[in-house]
């Protein structure tokens, strides 16, 4: 994630001197504001549309599908190998974390069908006036069946009532939380924690995917070459107003 965000800081450093083209690029990105210091009636604050071509939202729909395509097709090979690195190193990224995070879980499923088992569990249960306790004295709030799903796999860690489970029972002792462990109980949870862990950060890639995606198709849309860039398409137009936050960005497509 570190290094999608320095990749898109370097995005938009390339994008600091887009601005200085020519004249007629900077009124599109003219800030207005009203003079504190005068006695004048504050005015409406509108606006100025940035509008672009079809050509340009053809390379908008070019970039959101292959981020970098957009900007290969205005001749920007530097923002185009740019974004095309983050789309593989996410996908790279994305792929690593998921298979080391789906090893752990294997690894921690085969550790719990090794050290939990269920008859043993369910023959500790016991019913005192209608109210089922197992023999580690814990009542039973959440039934289990034999079915190793992802919630048997989430509940021999998480509530004390299974811990009649564990082959280490006799172990068993009150953590500083007031939850109660065995030694084998706590291997696992640290494993089944990493891998829940590397799960989240796969999780990420695909964020970063998706704002590549986004960032990529908006670049090309607002920074790129356009040979008709005179002749201004009146069918889509992006507003920015940087003064009024509610109105900050705005975009219109008219079919």
């Not at 004249?23 to 004048?40: L, P």
């Not at 005179?230 to 069918?235: C, F, G, T, Y």
Request: charge should be negative; hydrophobic fraction near 40%.
């Amino acid at each position: 994630m570190r290094l999608f965000l320095i990749l898109l800081i370097s995005i938009q450093l390339l994008n600091a001197g887009m601005f200085d083209k020519s004249e007629n690029e900077m009124t599109r990105f003219k800030y207005f504001y009203q003079d504190s210091t005068t006695n004048e009636p504050e005015k409406e604050i509108v606006p100025k549309p940035i509008l672009f071509t079809k050509a340009k939202q053809k390379q908008l729909f070019k970039s959101a599908i292959l981020p970098g395509w957009g900007q290969y097709s205005n001749q920007n090979k530097g923002k185009a190998m740019l974004f095309a690195a983050i789309e593989v190193t996410s996908i790279v990224a994305y792929f690593n974390y998921y298979n080391n995070a789906k090893d752990i879980e294997i690894e921690f499923k085969a550790y719990a069908d090794e050290h939990w088992d269920y008859n043993h569990y369910f023959n500790s249960i016991s019913y005192e006036d209608g109210v089922a306790k197992t023999a580690c004295g814990v009542i039973v709030t959440h039934p289990m069946t034999a079915l190793k799903d992802h919630h048997y796999y989430e509940n021999i860690s998480k509530y004390d009532e299974f811990v009649c489970g564990w082959d280490d029972v006799s172990e068993k002792f009150e953590g500083e939380n007031g939850v109660v462990y065995t030694p084998n109980k706590v291997v696992y949870i640290d494993m089944r924690t990493e891998s829940n862990r590397i799960y989240r950060q796969a999780t990420m890639m695909t964020t970063a995917l998706l704002f590549n995606h986004v960032f990529s198709a908006l670049d090309a849309a607002i920074f790129g070459k356009d040979p008709s860039d005179s002749i201004l398409s009146q069918n889509t137009s992006i507003s920015l107003n940087p003064i009024d936050s509610s109105k900050l960005l705005k975009l219109e497509i008219r079919f």
